[in-house]
């Protein structure tokens, strides 16, 4: 299938590690022009230079704008001067690093208010800041969010106040934006083997004294597939809703996640 994305522009927040990274690498490899943001210029020169040997593409196709999600100034700056040096933007992939896990006794508010900067307001930010130039291009907006949110748990008290703003939020404008021809949607992963989830393996077979083999064939067995998805089989979901192919689809969640959520729709 052709995705038709040659020549398309798009940003991807948080995009130089883990799922971001390889969301970044399908769009380049399906022939769009990506700039990756993230608030370490190390790891963002680092992933350039991977993206550009895995797809062996020209320089000029994948760049990064260092962006710190939690401060406003610095979105600002980035995202401007980001869709500046795109000449335009068609996609905008947001994304955003694990909030905290705690219960609610032991969050304070502070926690609660730099999440929800580094994770809601920074994601409105930058769709205020993007629409004007959506708009013009009729492109898209997806938005990463975990598919845990959708079924809370204890341990995510911030998470499960937090994320699900950005559902309502791309409902919202789905449906105030769509007659002008920008969809937004959002995907949703669980139990995508990144180095997020290695950790989470690593510390389930710590707390329960069991190997790590053992750990992660639980994580498995939480999943009707009976395996963990990969970083790849994410960002093709994630590169085909964003682009022209998925044309008709807006204000949806996709969940790729093995079959995890277990809601009846």
């Not at 799922?19 to 970044?24: E, M, N, W």
């Not at 907006?141 to 703003?165: D, H, Y």
């Not at 639980?218 to 809703?241: D, K, W, Y």
Request: charged residues 25%; aromatic residues 6%.
């Amino acid at each position: 299938m052709d995705l038709d994305l040659t020549g398309k522009s798009a940003l991807v927040l948080a995009g130089s590690k883990g799922l971001g990274r390889a969301v970044a690498t399908q769009l380049v490899s399906e022939g769009a022009d990506v700039i990756i943001t993230s608030s370490s210029q190390a790891n963002l020169e680092d992933a350039v230079r991977s993206i550009q040997t895995e797809v062996n593409c020209d320089a000029d196709r994948i760049g990064y704008r260092v962006c710190d999600l939690s401060k406003s100034e610095s979105i600002e700056m980035g995202i401007e001067d980001a869709i500046d040096e795109l000449g335009g933007l068609d996609i905008l992939i947001t994304n955003h690093g694990g909030p905290l896990t705690k219960t609610f006794s032991e969050t304070t508010l502070d926690d609660f208010d730099n999440t929800y900067n580094e994770v809601l307001r920074s994601t409105i930010q930058v769709c205020q800041l993007a629409l004007p130039y959506l708009q013009d291009s009729g492109g898209s907006i997806t938005n990463l969010v975990a598919a845990s949110t959708l079924e809370p748990n204890v341990s995510g008290s911030i998470a499960n106040v937090i994320r699900p703003g950005i559902y309502g939020l791309s409902k919202t404008l789905a449906n105030e934006y769509g007659s002008e021809g920008v969809r937004v949607n959002c995907v949703s992963p669980r139990g995508i083997f990144t180095d997020r989830i290695e950790y989470k393996i690593d510390v389930l077979a710590d707390k329960e004294d069991i190997t790590i083999k053992e750990a992660k064939e639980r994580r498995e067995a939480e999943v009707p597939l009976t395996r963990l998805g990969s970083p790849e089989e994410f960002a093709q979901a994630v590169t085909f809703i964003a682009s022209p192919a998925a044309g008709f689809v807006t204000g949806s969640i996709l969940h790729v996640d093995g079959g995890w959520s277990q809601g009846a729709f």
